[in-house]
């Protein structure tokens, strides 16, 4: 077994029972909220092109126009939802995907299919996806695909365990430091993997 892997074993299995409080405070809570289970599943893209569901704990209720379409992000997202994302409590049940082997602690966020210039760039997708990556700590949520991709080529290229451990400790303080800051665009949506 890879050194990566047996870390991503040890780190995620290590965090996710230290996590497990505050999931289950952040789970009852959006319960309670949402008044359905807060529990987000969506299909994304891992190692080698392949589908995988990934898990995190929602925060928008499902607020949709006379029309039918989902409303923007900013007037769906709720006043906990804000502080999980911001926080990014709303992705600890990612370390169940990183247990499962669907992703790793560091690589390229994974992406929808339907992001096509992510989706369709087969270099990202030569590694396993992560739950923190270079992007995450250049500019969170305010980043075009084409600026994604070049961190996440950045990533591919220089890849090794020194350096996921450099991204490691960064994110902490990337998280801290944007707390306050808002995630959303001009447009109202969100660009968040």
């Known amino acids: 077994m890879k050194l990566k892997r047996v870390f991503d074993i040890a780190t995620s299995a290590a965090l996710a029972a230290l996590s497990l409080p505050i999931l289950a405070g952040a789970y009852a809570a959006m319960a309670l909220s949402l008044r359905e289970n807060p529990i987000y599943k969506q299909r994304r893209i891992g190692l080698n092109g392949q589908d995988f569901t990934i898990y995190k704990i929602k925060s928008m209720r499902n607020d949709f126009d006379l029309d039918g379409n989902a409303l923007p992000d900013r007037e769906r997202i709720t006043r906990m939802g804000k502080i999980l994302r911001a926080s990014k409590i709303d992705e600890l049940p990612q370390f169940f995907n990183v247990l499962a082997g669907d992703m790793s602690i560091v690589g390229p966020?994974?992406?929808?299919?339907?992001?096509?210039?992510?989706?369709?760039?087969?270099l990202r997708h030569s590694v396993k996806p992560g739950l923190t990556g270079i992007a995450q700590l250049a500019c969170q949520g305010k980043l075009t695909d084409e600026e994604i991709l070049a961190y996440d080529h950045q990533y591919v290229a220089q890849q090794g365990f020194r350096k996921d451990l450099q991204i490691i400790a960064q994110t902490p303080v990337t998280i801290i430091k944007n707390l306050r800051a808002p995630t959303y665009r001009e447009t109202g949506q969100e660009h968040k993997l």
Do not use: E, I, K, S
């Open 109 to 122: 966020r994974p992406a929808p299919r339907y992001m096509d210039a992510l989706a369709n760039d087969p």
